[in-house]
């Protein structure tokens, strides 16, 4: 098994041969983190459009 970490993400490569013990020991590694919050930024971005109408317009230009 093979664990590269670079900033914020990580990988992990698992083979045939990774132990049980190990794919769990990394999954605890995983979930140690904070959670993301997702909904402190909902409804932040303000359109000046309704995204329907916007969606319309937008395939009526290759029409």
């Not at 914020?8 to 979930?31: A, C, F, G, H, P």
């Not at 930024?41 to 303000?46: A, E, L, Q």
Request: charged share 35%; aromatic share 12%.
């Amino acid at each position: 098994m093979y664990l590269y970490r670079k900033t914020n993400t990580m990988l992990v490569v698992i083979t045939r041969y990774t132990k049980l013990s190990q794919i769990n020991e990394t999954l605890k590694k995983l979930r140690s983190g904070k959670p993301f919050d997702a909904k402190k930024h909902c409804g932040k971005v303000k359109w000046d459009i309704d995204g329907l109408t916007y969606q319309k317009d937008l395939r009526n230009e290759w029409d």
